[in-house]
Nanobody
Framework: QVQLVESGGGLVQPGGSLRLSCAASGSSFTLVSMAWYRQTPGKQRELVASITPFGRSYVDSVKGRFTISRDNAKNTVYLQMNSLKPEDTALYHC????????WGQGTQVTVSS
């Protein structure tokens, strides 16, 4: 049973940076395709970034600012978030692009001055 644990969120000023981590445990399989999602109370969950054998993809609003990466040895996926904007404020979750696993607790990102 795969468990996803997100961390790294927090309160940051506009223009600041955060690095989110997503650790997958409970499985001997390497998750080759992973993604980051975010959700605010007023919106549906949004696919922010994904990493697959074909490359990396981002939603338009974060292109040039966010970078998704992974450490296969640790079975961990990261989201480097630079030049953060208030509209990036959300609860961030990780999962596969097909949402195969139960959602973890998520990590809250709040961008505010």
């Amino acid at each position: 049973q795969v468990q996803l644990v997100e961390s790294g969120g927090g309160l940051v000023q506009p223009g600041g940076s955060l690095r989110l981590s997503c650790a997958a445990s409970g499985s001997s399989f390497t998750l080759v395709s992973m993604a980051w999602y975010r959700q605010t109370p007023g919106k549906q969950r949004e696919l922010v970034a994904s990493i697959t054998p074909f490359g990396r993809s981002y939603v338009d609003s974060v292109k040039g600012r966010f970078t998704i990466s992974r450490d296969n040895a640790k079975n961990t996926v990261y989201l480097q978030m630079n030049s953060l904007k208030p509209e990036d404020t959300a609860l961030y979750h990780c999962n596969t692009p097909n949402i195969l696993y139960a959602w973890g607790q998520g990590t809250q990102v709040t961008v505010s001055s």
